[in-house]
């Protein structure tokens, strides 16, 4: 997908310096925000299943590109892509682990999560010259960073999720512009379970807020 959307992006860089008036807006920005999870573990042992939930909340800044296009004066669709990966902590425990069989051990399990290729799928609507409003689709990989006693592994799943925003756009001289605009993100639920077939973690709820600046030009 990254090198799908930077070939993209050069292509119409290319193109737009042969032809006016494309309808096409090109350009980067800066997000931080504020992210909430809440989530369970299912562990199935040797002799009772037990079940942790917890919730979490904390911070993010992260950049993207974006690809849109115009359709008529109201209309606009577009992709936005995150540049980096977000990376929670690492946490650890020690505890009771089934190893193998009826057997069970003082085990210390670490885990940590990446969230990988943030791609959001919009359309915006011009309410004036200047404010608009943003319907979108999220999706993201999560890639999961484990070290547990048993010697199990979790594979790594994707969430799906809703972007709901509204912005304002500042047009410039040579077809340039600059925006500040604020998104509220909601994602679907994920699970994974341990290579054992033990442990099940489930991901309920991950949604947040976010403010965004973005400095682009018009092709």
Same mark, same amino acid.
């Given at each position: 997908?990254? %090198?799908?959307?930077?070939?993209? #992006?050069?292509?119409?860089?290319?193109?737009?310096?042969?032809?006016?008036?494309?309808?096409?807006?090109?350009?980067?920005?800066?997000?931080?925000?504020?992210?909430?999870?809440?989530? %369970?573990?299912?562990?199935?042992?040797?002799?009772?299943?037990?079940?942790?939930?917890?919730?979490?909340?904390?911070?993010?800044?992260?950049?993207?590109?974006?690809?849109?296009?115009?359709?008529?004066?109201?209309?606009?669709?577009?992709?936005?892509? $995150?540049?980096?990966?977000?990376? &929670?902590? !690492?946490?650890?425990?020690?505890?009771?682990?089934? &190893?193998?069989?009826?057997?069970?051990?003082? $085990?210390?399990?670490?885990?940590?999560?990446?969230?990988?290729?943030? =791609?959001?799928?919009?359309?915006?609507?011009?309410?004036?010259?200047? #404010?608009?409003?943003?319907?979108?689709?999220? !999706?993201?990989?999560?890639?999961? +960073?484990?070290? #547990?006693?048993?010697?199990?592994?979790?594979?790594? =799943?994707?969430?799906?999720? =809703?972007?709901?925003?509204?912005?304002?756009?500042?047009?410039?001289?040579?077809?340039?512009?600059?925006?500040?605009?604020?998104?509220?993100?909601?994602?679907?639920?994920?699970?994974?379970?341990?290579?054992?077939? $033990?442990? %099940? $973690?489930?991901?309920?709820?991950?949604?947040?807020?976010?403010?965004?600046?973005?400095?682009? +030009?018009?092709?």
């Amino acid at each position: 997908m990254k %090198k799908i959307i930077i070939t993209i #992006l050069i292509s119409m860089f290319y193109i737009s310096s042969v032809s006016a008036d494309m309808g096409v807006n090109l350009g980067a920005s800066v997000s931080a925000g504020l992210f909430s999870a809440s989530g %369970k573990e299912v562990d199935t042992g040797p002799n009772l299943t037990e079940t942790t939930e917890d919730s979490e909340h904390g911070e993010a800044a992260f950049s993207s590109i974006f690809l849109e296009k115009t359709l008529g004066d109201r209309f606009t669709v577009g992709i936005d892509w $995150v540049l980096n990966t977000l990376s &929670t902590e !690492t946490t650890e425990a020690r505890r009771q682990d089934k &190893t193998s069989g009826t057997s069970s051990a003082n $085990v210390e399990n670490k885990i940590g999560i990446d969230f990988d290729n943030l =791609t959001t799928y919009y359309v915006s609507f011009n309410v004036n010259e200047n #404010l608009y409003a943003k319907l979108g689709m999220a !999706t993201v990989d999560i890639i999961t +960073k484990e070290t #547990l006693g048993t010697g199990s592994t979790y594979g790594n =799943t994707d969430m799906d999720g =809703t972007v709901l925003g509204v912005g304002y756009n500042a047009s410039f001289g040579n077809s340039a512009f600059i925006r500040v605009e604020g998104n509220y993100m909601d994602f679907d639920g994920a699970s994974v379970t341990s290579s054992t077939g $033990v442990n %099940k $973690v489930t991901l309920n709820n991950l949604d947040g807020v976010t403010g965004k600046l973005t400095i682009g +030009k018009s092709f």
